[in-house]
């Protein structure tokens, strides 16, 4: 009877620690930029759902791609019809993890310069990427930043002749996420 008390209480415990491990974010925002000849073109997404694991390093995004909003509903228009294709490749997502996971220490508040490794895929193309990122601690809570690049050709984006001088070869990623442990 102890011993099957035991082992009660030792699952008890190891749940809610793997638990407390994993948090989560419901509004991450991600944008990117593109910085072309004739024109700049910048898109925000306050809607990107995200795990961490801190146990593990484990990391995933997903975000709609029709939840990026521009300046002006043409641009959104043409993004989400002509490039991103949204209603035929509605999401994009990443998983990976950061792989020096030992220079953060969760349970210190502090930015630890990270890097950070996985598949991403836009546009229903996947490409193992590697990027550098921050994790920052406060009060026991993190929040991952990072910035990269994105060769628009590499997730088969076509861009037409015609605005070839309007859309950047490859355009600029921002990553800003807030994360709570999951309850």
């Known amino acids: 009877m102890k011993k099957l008390l035991f082992l009660v209480v030792f699952s008890l415990a190891t749940t809610i620690q793997i638990f407390a491990q994993v948090q989560i974010a419901r ?99 996947t490409k193992n990427v590697t990027v550098p990122g921050q994790i920052i601690v406060k009060n026991g809570k993190a929040q991952a930043k990072t910035v990269f690049n994105v060769a628009v050709a590499d997730y088969g984006i076509e861009i037409p002749a015609l605005v070839k001088d309007k859309i950047a070869k490859e355009v600029k990623i921002t990553v800003d996420t807030q994360y709570e442990p999951k309850k």
């Not at 043409?78 to 994009?92: A, D, G, I, L």
């Open 27 to 125: 509004n991450g925002h991600v944008s990117f930029f593109s910085d072309a000849a004739l024109e700049k073109i910048e898109g925000h997404n306050n809607k990107v759902a995200s795990t961490l694991n801190t146990a593990t390093g484990a990391f995933s995004f997903k975000m709609n791609i029709k939840a990026f909003e521009f300046k002006q509903a043409l641009m959104q228009e043409h993004f989400n019809e002509n490039y991103m294709e949204s209603s035929k490749y509605p999401y994009s997502t990443f998983k990976g993890q950061i792989t020096d996971l030992s220079k953060v220490n969760f349970s210190k508040d502090g930015t630890y310069n990270v890097s950070v490794k996985g598949d991403l895929t836009i546009h229903n193309v």
